[in-house]
């Protein structure tokens, strides 16, 4: 129902900056809640960021706050993350997701994934 294409990882330095995009197509809008969550190896997934196409709901984790930034272009259903003052411990596979329900901050919640880009921050 919902498809998500993430794009923009790749490899960066530390302090760097780089801006992810999660193009949604199909019924997009029917999405309630919009996230982007990371996952470095041997670690669990974690939300980073999530808010809803309306904008009126939003979480940002606190590893995070001052430094990444979720935003989204409606008319385009694209979703973006900007990253900057990248660090090594930022270096994971970071997804895109789209839940139906009222679910920001839980990856239970999410019924849609993109297949992830890489970022890695080189120390």
């Known amino acids: 129902q919902v498809q998500l294409v993430e794009s923009g990882g790749g490899l960066v330095q530390a302090g760097g900056s780089l801006r992810l995009s999660c193009a949604a197509s199909g019924r997009a809008y029917s999405a309630y809640g919009l996230g982007w969550f990371r996952q470095a190896p041997g670690k669990e997934r974690e939300v980073v960021a999530a808010t809803t196409w309306s904008g009126r709901n939003q979480y940002n984790a606190d590893s995070v706050k001052g430094r990444f930034t979720i935003s989204r272009d409606n008319a385009k259903t694209t979703v973006y993350l900007q990253m900057n003052s990248l660090k090594p411990e930022d270096t994971a596979v970071y997804y895109c997701?789209?839940?139906?329900?009222?679910?920001?901050?839980?990856?239970?919640?999410?019924?849609?994934w993109g297949q992830g880009t890489q970022v890695t921050v080189s120390s």
């Open positions: 997701a789209a839940s139906t329900i009222l679910s920001l901050q839980n990856a239970e919640g999410y019924d849609y």
